[in-house]
Each structure stands twice: as structure tokens, then as C-alpha cells.
């Protein structure tokens, strides 16, 4: 069976890691736990042939800058992710991240892909509920 692999970054965060746990195992995590390195892998089928999909988790945060290119060589495809609820995440996009896969392996090809942090939302709508609409009486959810 021939393998494809795919080499997820993008900013600490922004949801990589729940995105591909997501994908693997039909399960959405119940809670954030920051990533160093991790891999999956799952079967899919492509033009009626089976491919094995690895999958490449990496830490966004910069205390890995010089580790994280050690998971690139051999790469098939980069997904480069930000979060559509964080700008910031969005600018290192063209700031960090496809200058360090370029940098690393130039012909590689790379989609982009904006996520959206559930986890945020829920600590902030946690600590922060809605304000009732004034003069009705009806329930926000």
C-alpha cells in the first residue's frame, strides 16, 4: 500500500490537533492539550486504491522552531492551519509558516486551512454568557 504524508502547522492552538483527532477517530476531544509531535494514520481510498493518509501533528508554539523541521523531509503535502477567530493566526500564516516549509522543502505543495477554535468560544461563553435581549422573556442559548 503506498503512503502519502501530510505534515499539519500552523500557530499553537488554533485546533490542529483536534481537527486530526477529529478525522481519525470520529471523536471530538473533550479537552486542549498542547501537541509537541504526534502522528495518525488512517486508509483512504483514492481513484479505487488504498493509501495509507500519515498524518503529522507538530507544535506551533516557537520553543519548537528548531525541532519541528525535523518531521519535514519525505513530505507529500503540508496543511497549513490558522484559526479564523484569531488574525494573528491568520498573519503567521504568510509570516512563519509557508516560509519555513518553502525554506525546508521548496517543491512540496501545501493547502490552506482555517479552523475555528471551539475551545475559546466555550471558555468565553463560559465567562461571559449572553445578556438576555431587554424586555422579552425568552432564553439565549
Not at 66 to 82: A, E, G, H, K, N
Not at 94 to 106: A, D, Y
Request: some cysteine; aromatic content about 10%.
Amino acid at each position: 500500500m503506498q503512503t502519502i504524508k501530510c505534515v499539519v502547522v500552523g500557530d499553537g492552538a488554533v485546533g490542529k490537533t483536534c481537527l486530526l483527532i477529529s478525522y481519525t477517530t470520529n471523536k471530538f476531544p473533550s479537552e486542549y492539550v498542547p501537541t509537541v509531535f504526534d502522528n495518525y494514520a488512517v486508509t483512504v481510498m483514492i481513484g479505487g486504491d488504498p493509501y495509507t493518509l500519515g498524518l503529522f501533528d507538530t507544535a506551533g508554539q516557537e520553543d519548537y522552531d528548531r525541532l519541528r523541521p525535523l518531521s519535514y523531509p519525505q513530505t507529500d503535502v503540508f496543511l497549513v492551519c490558522f484559526s479564523v477567530v484569531s488574525p494573528s493566526s491568520f498573519e503567521n500564516v504568510k509570516e512563519k509558516w509557508v516560509p519555513e516549509i518553502t525554506h525546508h522543502c521548496q517543491r512540496t505543495p501545501f493547502l490552506l486551512k482555517g479552523l475555528k477554535n471551539v475551545f475559546d468560544e466555550a471558555i468565553l461563553a463560559a465567562l461571559e454568557p449572553p445578556e438576555p435581549p431587554s424586555g422579552r422573556k425568552c432564553l439565549v442559548l
